[in-house]
């Protein structure tokens, strides 16, 4: 079966092409890209329409097993095919939590027989996340695991993260952090500053992620090893993470599209969608993460996908749950923010969605070269769209988003060489 997508503005960044051209597919991989003038089963006309390689997101929660009342395996599918994504890495933040290779072996089995997109599962660095006893590394990279996080909680003993890097460094894989000093974070809720205190809730200061990223750099310049960071947030961890790449430690960190667009002011009237840890910060953190997107300090864009139920939303700012859904909204968000805003070119954000995550966690993904898995996002740039949270295939509605207008629609997304979403024909 042979498919040629035609006429589209295909941007393969890995590759270096911007250019209008064809795309070819045969079964499940890329056969060519360039004019195609042979035989064709099947064409997509993607005339004034982008091309480029399906989106990898290293970082959502897809609740499964255990909290599938607000995610499941197969949800958390089509919620990535219908934001352009065809990868995703999923944290280990179930229950039971992905701390053995049971659980890996369930997750890489159930995501094979979905086959809407790739789940490579992260495994916990620790037993239950607890932050106690270490996970077992070695058996989890062969159950399929493509680095390792206690994300939703971060590693307190400084000594068990020694360890972890240690271990981790010996398998090549890197150990993936959600930095926050809980007793500077204790019982906040948003963003410690203004808003904070308008509404009396306990905040979350700028120091509880910063400070916790500058003792990790200190560990990490002495075991050596990767570490990357989730989700940084604010102008203080981007200046330390700077300053450790200077230094040429081996740090990366990702960045996510509501920390990128969205300030603390989405809170305002005690706005539970708009919870989410680390929280939405000020202006100035949000120039910043902009900024350090530019400059390629940000390494990879990572939504953080973190599908709630409407229980978990509808009640009280404190004791609502923390997250965004955030896999339909992602490249419109990105778009809009990011290059419309002229801060980054398209093809740099394509980069940052594609090819660059899949490096961070050596995912042989994210590039439309010869031979590679037919994994496919067509985009219609200029459509100009309002979100409405009811419409999301994710389980999850939880968005901050919701109402508001953004740039640049999915239309298609192909995964091995099969359509997994069609604008219009939602499945
Ligand atoms: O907002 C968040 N939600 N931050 C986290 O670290 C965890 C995540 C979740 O699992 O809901
Ligand atoms: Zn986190
Ligand atoms: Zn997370």
Same mark, same amino acid.
């Given at each position: ?249 081996? !740090? ?125 996002? !067509? !985009? ?38 099969? !359509? ?8």
């Amino acid at each position: 079966m042979i498919t040629v997508i035609k006429g589209g503005r295909v941007i393969d960044p890995y590759n270096g092409k911007d250019e209008v051209t064809d795309v070819v597919v045969e079964g499940e991989r890329i056969k060519e890209v360039g004019p195609y003038k042979g035989r064709a089963d099947r064409i997509i006309d993607a005339r004034g329409k982008v091309v480029c390689p399906g989106f990898v997101d290293i970082h959502v929660h897809f609740r499964d097993p255990g909290f599938t009342q607000k995610e499941d395996l197969y949800s958390g599918s089509k919620a990535a095919a219908r934001g352009g994504f065809t990868t995703v890495c999923c944290m280990p933040n179930t229950n039971p939590v992905n701390d053995n290779a049971l659980v890996s072996h369930y997750i890489v089995k159930k995501a094979k027989e979905i086959d809407l997109c790739d789940i490579f599962p992260i495994g916990a660095i620790t037993k239950g996340e607890r932050g106690e006893e270490l996970v077992e590394f070695y058996t989890m990279k062969n159950a399929g695991c493509v680095a390792f996080s206690d994300d939703g909680m971060p590693v307190r003993n400084a000594f068990v993260l020694k360890q972890a890097l240690t271990y981790s460094k010996s398998l090549n894989l890197p150990i993936t952090l959600h930095e926050e000093d809980v007793n500077l974070s204790a019982g906040g809720v948003i963003n410690e500053g203004y808003y904070s205190t308008k509404m009396g809730l306990a905040g979350i200061p700028n120091c509880s992620e910063s400070a916790m990223i500058a003792r990790d750099v200190e560990i990490l310049k002495h075991t050596g090893g990767h570490i990357h960071i989730c989700h940084v947030s604010t102008k203080e961890s981007i200046k330390i993470i700077e300053r450790a790449k200077e230094e040429e430690l081996h !740090i990366t960190c990702e960045a996510t599209p509501h920390h990128l667009s969205l300030t603390e002011e989405e809170t305002d009237g005690f706005n539970t969608y708009a919870k989410v840890n680390p929280p939405l910060r000020t202006e100035e953190d949000v120039k910043s993460l902009q900024e350090a997107v530019k400059n390629g300090i940000v390494d990879a864009l990572a939504t953080d996908h973190a599908p709630h139920d409407e229980k978990s939303k509808e009640t009280t700012m404190s004791k609502a749950a923390f997250g965004i859904s955030g896999l339909e909204t992602a490249f419109a968000v990105l778009n809009t923010y990011l290059v419309e805003k002229k801060i980054i070119s398209l093809p740099e954000l394509i980069a940052l969605m594609t090819y660059k995550p899949s490096t961070i966690y050596h995912l042989p993904r994210g590039t439309l070269s010869k031979g590679k898995l037919a994994n496919i996002t !067509i !985009i219609d740039l200029n459509k100009e769209w309002m979100v409405n949270r009811k419409e999301f295939v994710s389980k999850g509605k939880n968005t901050p988003f919701h109402n508001k207008n953004l740039k640049g629609q999915i239309c298609y997304t192909m995964y091995k060489g099969k !359509i997994t979403y069609e604008r219009g024909n939602d499945f």
